[in-house]
């Protein structure tokens, strides 16, 4: 509940007093007496008034000093005073009264309305003061709240600076680690980028997050390529479904080394690659298959060549010793008939004496093809040039194998143009030649059959031609009957060493020279070469 404002009365009556009480009664105020100036000092000590009415005669201490007093006091300093007298009545009285520090001086007697009117002023005044005084007290309370929530931003914002500081060390350190990485992920992308191996990761999906630039240039795709490309896009057909099997499995943790698979090239082409795949794992998942593959297409073929070879080798082998047998046979049964005595006829002892000169003729051949190949692998082959006419090689070479043909009953047509030059070359190489076209006209020929051997000038090479009308070579078998050991499966039954053309082309080329093939299976064959009429 508010307090009541407090009026202190003083006078040492206490009839004036009552009668001070009596008038102010219809005021809601509480009044305090004081019987003397002293009394009155004490009671200002306690309590706050709104107004003091105060007597002036008073013994001991007048109304006069009790205000003077009031006046240096700092609570009393502005306590409004006003002097109520019956004996004090003169102007001077009233102008000391004010002088010592009183609002109004009223003599009596009192006119209750005119007190009570000018009390109701101080009153108010001192509602008003109270009033202020709340304020005051409210707004510094506010002020002390402000500032004490300024102190606390004050805090705060120093906090804050404090963790705006580690924060920058801590992203001058981010960005320091940032650039460590870029730097070391640099490093590593260049490695892989330079590597020689194909190197590729592969999503979940089966689509291409990494490779290399070898796996580029190697598949010949752009980097431009791979955001539409799979992995299975770059499967062999026959291989897709082993490879999505090793895919998935990868994708669940295993591992497999040195694996062979075959990539179709964007070409088209195929390209065998050997490796080994694993798992990427992120989190604890896998999240990507990568692989790190070497092209072994080149060391497929050169296996396969070398199968080849090699399966050739024994073939050859086994050809050979089928050529030495048969003339070895017959030299040891007509030597051995011979040394029997048992032959006494001259005519026969010439016929096997001749027929044992023909077998020695053909190992003795045999034997030269077989030191060519050796010389020729060795690079040991040697060619002695000299200048004749090839006409007679040609000639002699038919004379050669003259009885060869005539046992089957073929015949040897020469078309030699008369104005053939005389060139410089190894006349025995040549003859070689010549003979083993020659010999091979009448082995793949049929009974009866013919041959033609035609030489003339064209442009500035000398042609040579040698054809038959035999059984022919097939497309697919022309461009490997140089190679060495090449045999033509249909002409198994045939005595031969896959040898004799392989030589004839070294032969050939050694003089500058070329030959080639022209034939029709089971129509004949036609084989030509070339020499410059001009030697270097
Ligand atoms: P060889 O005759 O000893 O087998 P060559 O190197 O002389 O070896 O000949 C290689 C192969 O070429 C022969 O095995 C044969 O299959 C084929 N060939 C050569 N000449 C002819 C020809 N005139 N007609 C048909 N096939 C031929």
């Not at 004036?16 to 002293?38: H, P, Q």
């Not at 049929?446 to 059984?471: A, C, F, M, P, Y």
Request: aromatic fraction near 6%; glycine fraction near 6%.
């Amino acid at each position: 509940m508010k307090e009541k404002p407090k009026v202190l009365i003083v006078d040492d009556k206490i009839e004036n007093l009552v009668t001070l009480e009596r008038i102010f009664s219809d005021m809601d105020v509480e009044f305090v007496r004081a019987l003397s100036g002293n009394e009155a000092l004490m009671h200002t000590l306690e309590h706050d008034f709104a107004i003091a009415l105060l007597d002036v005669q008073m013994p001991e201490m007048d109304g006069f000093e009790t205000v003077e007093l009031m006046r240096q006091d700092k609570l009393t300093k502005h306590l409004p005073v006003i002097f109520v007298s019956a004996i004090y009545t003169e102007d001077y009285h009233k102008i000391r009264g004010i002088a010592s520090g009183a609002v109004d001086f009223i003599t009596k007697p009192i006119i209750p309305d005119i007190l009570r009117g000018k009390v109701r002023v101080f009153l108010e005044l001192y509602e008003y003061r109270l009033s202020l005084e709340e304020e005051i007290v409210r707004r510094a309370e506010a002020e002390e709240k402000i500032q004490e929530q300024y102190d606390e931003i004050q805090i705060h914002a120093h906090e804050l600076e404090a963790s705006n500081e580690e924060l920058r060390n801590t992203q001058e350190k981010l960005i320091g680690l940032n650039r460590e990485i870029q730097e070391s992920e640099e490093r590593y992308s260049d490695l892989f980028d330079n590597a020689n191996d194909l190197i590729q990761s592969v999503d979940a999906e089966g689509k291409f997050v990494y490779v290399n630039t070898a796996w580029l240039n190697a598949l010949g795709y752009d980097k431009g390529d791979l955001e539409h490309l799979k992995f299975a896009d770059i499967m062999v057909q026959e291989e897709l479904a082993p490879c999505l099997d090793l895919f998935e499995r990868t994708m669940r943790g295993e591992q497999f080394n040195n694996v062979q698979i075959t990539f179709v090239t964007k070409h088209g082409a195929e390209m065998c690659v050997e490796g080994n795949v694993g798992a990427r794992i992120k989190n604890g998942e896998y999240v990507a298959a990568r692989g790190i593959f070497r092209d072994i297409t080149e060391r497929i073929i050169a296996e396969e060549k070398q199968r080849e070879l090699d399966a050739m080798k024994s073939e050859f082998i086994s050809n050979v010793s089928h050529e030495l047998r048969p003339p070895l046979h017959s030299l040891k049964g007509f030597t051995k008939l011979l040394v029997s005595g048992k032959v006494d006829d001259p005519k026969t002892q010439n016929e096997f004496l001749a027929i044992v000169d023909k077998e020695s003729d053909r190992l003795g051949d045999l034997i030269d093809d077989l030191l060519d190949m050796s010389r020729l692998e060795s690079g040991r082959f040697k060619i002695n040039k000299e200048v004749i006419s090839l006409k007679n090689i040609i000639h002699d070479a038919v004379e050669r194998v003259g009885s060869l043909a005539s046992e089957k009953g073929i015949t040897i047509t020469e078309e030699m143009n008369s104005e053939l030059p005389e060139m410089e070359v190894d006349g025995k190489r040549m003859g070689q030649v010549i003979t083993n076209l020659l010999s091979n006209a009448i082995k793949y020929n049929q009974e009866n059959g013919s041959i033609t051997v035609k030489s003339e000038v064209s442009n500035s090479d000398l042609l040579v031609q040698v054809s038959d009308r035999g059984i022919g070579i097939s497309e697919d078998d022309i461009p490997q009957l140089f190679e060495r050991f090449y045999r033509v499966e249909a002409s198994d039954r045939i005595e031969g060493t896959g040898l004799g053309l392989h030589i004839t082309r070294q032969i050939i080329e050694a003089h500058s020279g070329r030959i080639w093939i022209e034939s029709k299976l089971g129509e004949g064959s036609t084989f030509s070469f070339t020499l410059p009429l001009r030697q270097n």
